[in-house]
């Protein structure tokens, strides 16, 4: 059995990709600076910076491959303009494209989109096509709400994100729903803003009929599906309400939920609740919560743990750490199989 | 053992406050129309609209009594601006009152505020004391987004809403954190903005130091705390990578959680990983989930059963069915005392 981690970013990518973003920054605020360059980073930065984080937590772990992204705070779509975003989103993604060449066993690409407030999501189509038929990437993360916290977008279900829907379809890649760090101070990035997001995305699919239109198009909603799986006979309650066929016709066939959640209590309550084609393992690891939980000794999300701790049968936690992930991922199985994996 | 519901609303007024309310939004759009009367409502009209609702279930499910306020998806604070919120306000806590003068045994009244975007907070003090101390109400609902889902009002920690907090202190009531309808066409009401208004909230305490201010300050957050509880690990672990003292200490001397969470998995976690004393049973009945559950033949929102079904000794349960209400709500326990309860 291979253990997939779905959700891992490269949260610990060389200083040049950070200097890179800060000459970004500053030009936006004074536009009489000249166009950043890419700092040349080399493979032996590149491989300082993965071997003793994601690769070492890996081995000692005990995961296989990891589907692998630039860091999701980072994306801040909400900083600069379009030309701002795209700039930095096709140096986020060739930099994992690296990565994965270096580690082609290890790691495989999911790319990070050029979205800005108010530019039409169609704008974003081009940088998932080079990803991913260009770079080899299986999947990309979308943003609900570039706006990083004022939700100026219209929902997930509406017609603005069609066009991009249909380029998925295409090329049939999922996408994880995911946003980026917050600037209203009313939202913690990784505290409220990602939860509340995974959240907002499920009820919008629960009030909507995007499937009906798109039946091939998969998300994968992270952090284990936000708040919905301990609220899932609420969730059960209002689709009756609002006259929605059951959640397992309306929703799930194109729904997924990851295992970021860092304690096993919720492990259990998601694998008791949510049916087990629908949960991918994930991690993501040297991410949001990267210290070590005084209750077990170990670290939070090292949620391999909480998986291997469940009392389901072998081949349901394979369906969890492996085929799920491949079914989700029609590309990186085929990358996998080219492997002889 | 008394079961005392912390979560109701009068969600089933007589049709004239719905008139008044009409009126005021027709008033809005045109402000050459007079100011709106509130109609003459009956003590029978009331007594209709409670005892084959909120009354009936209370018998059928074998609650004593509920902590009851003006329906909170109507509240609204975002329609119309200061003085329509505060004469709408006044209509549904005097409305609420009646109800409470009516059958004194069955309900004790929590009250809306006026507020109002941009408004100060310190506007809302007048009609919490003359709730509070005419009306004899014990508590209120405080909305942390009267934008109605833009999220314009700072953080709850922020000093903006220190004036307020003073008066709840002085007069020793708590409130419910909870928002009301949603303008952002991203945020379902009850499936999306409720529960992510929870989640803000717990993250905004956690990112705050409000309890060293005022350490007799109390919050219900409703909605069993909205993502926090399934997501306990994250948030010990987010403390501690913010360096905040343990959240038992930091958080969880003033925050407390109902039981608004419509499947039995939901409450087991619940219970396993939110302490017995911080745990507050509620139902919010005839609210926003209000179908049969097909899995179990039984109401989603009759949380009644979920807590029965607890392995807790029976002194724990007392303490989720009314000794930690009376506690959180000293007010409410000297109405019960002095009714002999």
Not at 183 to 190: S, V
Not at 252 to 272: E, R, S, W
Request: hydrophobic share 35%; proline share 8%.
């Amino acid at each position: 059995m291979l253990i997939i981690d779905c959700h891992g970013h490269y949260t610990t990518a060389p200083p040049g990709l950070q200097r890179f973003r800060d000459a970004q920054l500053k030009r936006i605020a004074n536009a009489t600076l000249p166009e950043p360059v890419m700092p040349r980073i080399s493979d032996e930065e590149i491989r300082e910076s993965i071997d003793n984080n994601q690769l070492r937590l890996q081995r000692e772990r005990g995961a296989d491959v990891t589907l692998f992204s630039p860091r999701a705070s980072a994306m801040a779509h909400h900083l600069g303009d379009e030309a701002v975003s795209s700039a930095w989103t096709r140096a986020c993604n060739d930099l994992v494209k690296r990565v994965v060449d270096l580690y082609p066993e290890n790691f495989v690409g999911v790319c990070q989109l050029p979205q800005s407030p108010e530019v039409p999501i169609a704008h974003s189509i081009g940088e998932l096509e080079r990803c991913v038929r260009e770079l080899g990437f299986v999947g990309c993360n979308l943003n609900p709400d570039p706006s990083g916290g004022h939700w100026t977008a219209p929902p997930l279900t509406d017609r603005h994100w069609y066009p991009f829907y249909e380029k998925m379809v295409e090329l049939d890649v999922p996408a994880m729903v995911h946003v980026s760090s917050s600037c209203n101070p009313n939202f913690h990035a990784t505290g409220a803003h990602y939860i509340n997001a995974d959240t907002t995305a499920f009820m919008q699919f629960i009030e909507g009929n995007l499937f009906t239109d798109f039946p091939t198009l998969r998300f994968v909603i992270p952090h284990g599906g936000g708040a919905v799986p301990y609220h899932w006979g609420r969730y059960r309650g209002l689709a009756d309400m609002l006259k929605r066929p059951p959640l397992r016709e309306h929703v799930m066939k194109n729904v997924f939920f990851d295992t970021c959640v860092y304690h096993q209590p919720g492990i259990d309550l998601l694998a008791k609740v949510i049916d087990v084609d629908n949960i991918l393992f994930g991690s993501e690891m040297v991410g949001a919560v990267r210290g070590i939980d005084p209750e077990t000794g170990h670290y939070f999300d090292d949620t391999r743990r909480y998986i291997d701790a469940l009392p389901l049968e072998p081949r349901d936690k394979q369906r969890i750490f492996e085929s799920n992930a491949r079914r989700v991922f029609p590309r990186l199985d085929a990358i996998l199989r080219a492997q002889g994996r």
